[in-house]
Structure formats: structure tokens, C-alpha cells
């Protein structure tokens, strides 16, 4: 007897499904029988229009497994979009267990160079982008959880490890990041109450994003296992967006190849104390001293 599917009978959407990670999620959830609301806006790297519909070639993928799914092509930036998104999966399905937002894009700049537009277009993609399915998805949980369906909802947030120690020439996405795991702790405090967890992950993933940033370290090898390809990111990803995660809320993981780690975030450190107010002198020299006893801060990705 085949071992029963982990998201079988949950209907999942997954935004910037259309290729890298997103599809990934998709695909996997979609062979843990989970049926799929697949969202690509369909533009390039930088945040522009493309051609085609990505998010239609997935489903078309799922589809050809056997798999449930429909394509979502809005704008989830936008109040218009998002609520759109949620509604394709009730319209469709019914029901909506897991929202996974992943959608995102780069435009790099030092910060000397970072201007307005590309501040704003970065920011709005990601942490917009988390913000408004998310509301749109809590809203109906909540009202779920008041008529007295109390559901296992599950939200799976995308950082970065830019988010997390910061990326040189990465002034805008690494502070959309960081705002997403800052976003995480506060939906989880809130949601929980409804039935409604949320994580987040910061993966390192082959995608189109990092073959151009980080091209050496991202390069497929030849032969053996390919720590960089997507798919090894997905099955925590669905494994956190299932009902087996219960009781998992408000963590920020790190995933790598075959590497999970459960990141710790801000602690309290070496501390001090005068019991009343120092002179700016006075508090230089504690901070120094401070400083010689606590841990030095992880390397920032690129910096010399």
C-alpha cells in the first residue's frame, strides 16, 4: 500500500509559480495531491512584461500528471490582483488551505546608483506582493474561523538570505526581505488564533534571479547531486504548507541542497546597565566593551 499523499484534498496557490522556485512549489504540492491555483504574472527579470503565460505551461505540466490546477495571471501587488488570486481558488475549488508567496524580481543597483523607481518597484513586487494575498487570504480564514470552521491554513513566506545578512548592490531587495520575515512574525502572531500558521524560508536556488548574480556558485555540475536545483527546496515548502506542520509557526528557515536550518534571529546579547543616563562618552566605551564580548555578525554576500 502507497503511502497516503501529504496535501491530498488541500487547494494551494503559489505566486511566481511560472518558473525557478514557484514552479517547483507547484509541481510538487501538485504530486502530493494538492490542487493548485498556479499565479505568474509572466514578466521578465526586471519586473517588465514578457510574452508568454508561464503559469499556463505549468498547469498544463500538472495537468499532464494527472494533477489539478488553474492559472492565475493577475497582478497580486495590486488589491485588485490579490483578491482575484484568493477568489480563484474558492470560485474554483471551493476551499483555500495554502498560500505561498514567492513572487519577486532584481533590479540591482549599488545604493549611490539605487534610484526612486527601482526602490519602489522592488519593494512593491515583494513585501506589497506578500502583504496583499495575505490580508486577501487572512480575511477569508478568519471568517472561516468565526462561522466555526476553523481551518489548518498554512502561509509560506519566500526571504532571502539577502533579508537576512544583507547583499551588497542589493539595497532594495534585501530590505524587501528582510521586511517579509518582519511581516511573518507578526501574521503569525496574529493568525494563529484562526487556525492559520505562517513561516517563512530563505532558500538558495538555481533561478533566474541568481544564475546572474551569484553565476559561479549556481552553475549545474556535470554529474553527482545538484545542490543548487529548486526542487530541493520544495519539499519543505510543502511540508510546511500541509497539516503535518502543525504547531510550526512564526519560524524563518534557511534551506540549501540537502540542508535545513532553523534560523535564530535577534537575541538579546552582552548587555549593560548603569541605572542612569550615560554620557555619549561613557556609552562609546560600553559599547566597544559590549562588542569585544559579543558574536560577530554574519559576512554580508558580497562585500570585500
Not at 101 to 115: E, P
Request: aromatic fraction near 4%; include cysteine; charged fraction near 20%.
Amino acid at each position: 500500500m502507497s503511502a497516503p499523499l501529504l496535501c491530498e484534498g488541500r487547494v494551494v496557490i503559489v505566486t511566481g509559480a511560472g518558473r525557478g522556485l514557484g514552479r517547483a512549489h507547484a509541481l510538487a504540492y501538485a504530486a502530493e495531491g494538492a490542487r493548485l491555483v498556479v499565479n505568474d504574472l509572466g514578466v521578465g527579470l526586471d519586473g517588465a512584461p514578457g510574452p508568454d503565460s508561464p503559469a499556463r505551461r505549468v498547469v498544463e505540466e500538472i495537468r499532464a500528471a494527472g494533477g489539478e490546477a488553474v492559472a492565475h495571471g493577475g497582478d497580486i501587488a495590486t488589491t485588485d490582483g490579490a483578491a482575484s488570486l484568493v477568489r480563484a481558488a474558492l470560485d474554483t475549488y471551493g476551499r483555500l488551505d495554502t498560500l505561498v508567496n514567492n513572487a519577486g524580481f532584481l533590479r540591482d543597483r549599488m545604493l549611490v546608483n539605487l534610484d526612486e523607481e527601482d526602490w519602489d518597484a522592488v519593494l512593491r513586487v515583494h513585501l506589497k506582493g506578500h502583504f496583499l494575498p495575505l490580508r486577501h487570504a487572512a480575511a477569508h480564514w478568519r471568517a472561516e474561523a468565526k462561522a466555526g470552521r476553523t481551518p489548518a491554513a498554512r502561509v509560506v513566506n519566500t526571504s532571502s538570505g539577502a533579508g537576512l545578512s544583507g547583499s551588497v548592490g542589493q539595497g532594495n531587495y534585501s530590505a524587501a526581505k528582510a521586511g517579509i520575515v518582519g511581516l511573518t512574525l507578526v501574521a503569525a502572531a496574529e493568525m494563529g488564533r484562526y487556525g492559520v500558521q505562517v513561516n517563512v524560508i530563505a532558500p538558495a536556488a538555481r533561478t533566474r534571479m541568481t544564475e546572474r548574480t551569484f553565476a559561479e556558485t549556481m552553475t549545474a555540475p556535470g554529474r553527482g547531486f545538484d545542490a543548487m536545483a529548486p526542487e530541493n527546496v520544495s519539499p519543505l515548502v510543502v511540508w510546511l504548507g500541509s497539516a503535518a506542520s502543525a504547531g510550526v509557526t512564526g519560524r524563518v528557515f534557511e534551506t540549501e541542497g540537502g540542508r535545513i536550518t532553523v534560523m535564530e534571529g535577534w537575541r538579546p546579547g552582552p548587555s549593560a546597565d548603569k541605572g542612569a543616563r550615560w554620557t555619549p562618552s561613557e556609552a562609546g566605551d560600553a559599547a566597544r566593551e559590549l562588542l569585544t564580548e559579543a558574536v560577530a555578525p554574519g559576512a554580508v554576500y558580497g562585500a570585500e
